[in-house]
């Protein structure tokens, strides 16, 4: 994928996961594409932060997962609530040390 090309095709998702009735507060890309070192096959791994979502990483999973779809299916949404993102934990941590913020203002 194109150097920013990535950058249209999250921002398209964010805009789906709006119209499903999933605010998104903040939206951080990790991974390859943050590090700007992406292959061909890389999946495009995306934070996803919301009070929509129940705190259950399965079930939050099984809403925005489909949704991808449409857009791409090389993206990789993890879902957040605000409380669990900022509370820490090893992946949440990474994505705060090395991701690029897309949506959002990131708290430390």
Known sequence: MA???YLVVV???LEELERNNIPVQEA???GSYAKGSPKE???IDIAIISGAFTGD???DRRRIVPLRRKIDSRLEPIPFR???????GNLADEIKRTGKVIK????T
Do not use: H, T, V
């Not at 959002?104 to 708290?107: I, P, V």
């Open 3 to 5: 150097a920013r090309a």
């Open 11 to 13: 921002k398209k998702y």
């Open 28 to 30: 951080i890309i990790f």
């Open 41 to 43: 096959e890389s999946d």
């Open 57 to 59: 990483r399965f079930e």
């Open 82 to 88: 605000p409380e669990d993102f900022y509370k820490g």
């Open 104 to 107: 959002g203002d990131l708290r």
